[in-house]
C-alpha cells in the first residue's frame, strides 16, 4: 500500500532541536513540490515549510530562521530540521506535496515542554 511515514517527532524543552523525516513508499516525491504541515490542538492544518524541485525553499514567518526544509530524491524523504523550538511549536507534524493532494499519513508529534 502506498503510504508516507513520517518520524523524527518527540518531546523537547524549549530552545531544543528535533529532526523529522519524511518517506514515500513509492518514487513519487521527486515529482512534486514538497511541504511540511503542522496541525495543533483544536487549530486547522497549517503549511509551514516548502521546498521546489530546484530546492528553493519558502518558509512562514513563525519558523523562519529556526525550520530549515530539506529533500534528498534518491531516498524519496524530505526533512525537516526545526532548531529553538518554542512551546507554540507543539503540534502533529505531517509532510506532503503542494497542495497536499498526496494520501495523508498519521504524522508525528512534536511536543516541546518544560
Known amino acids: 500500500q502506498v503510504q508516507v511515514v513520517e518520524s523524527g517527532g518527540g518531546l523537547v524543552q524549549p530552545g531544543g532541536s528535533l529532526r523529522l523525516s519524511c518517506a514515500h513508499s513509492?518514487?513519487?516525491?521527486?515529482?512534486?513540490?514538497l511541504a511540511w504541515y503542522r496541525q495543533a490542538p483544536g487549530k486547522q492544518r497549517l503549511m509551514v515549510a516548502t521546498?521546489?524541485?530546484?530546492?528553493?525553499?519558502v518558509y512562514v514567518d513563525a519558523v523562519k530562521g529556526r525550520f530549515t526544509i530539506s529533500r534528498d530524491n534518491q531516498k524519496n524523504t524530505v526533512y525537516l530540521q526545526m532548531n529553538n523550538l518554542k512551546p507554540e511549536d507543539t503540534a502533529l507534524y505531517y509532510c506532503?506535496?503542494?497542495?497536499?493532494?498526496?494520501?495523508w499519513g498519521q504524522g508525528t508529534q512534536v511536543t516541546v515542554s518544560s
Open positions: 513509492e518514487s513519487i516525491f521527486r515529482i512534486y513540490p
Open positions: 521546498i521546489d524541485l530546484n530546492g528553493y525553499t
Open positions: 506532503n506535496n503542494v497542495p497536499g493532494t498526496l494520501p
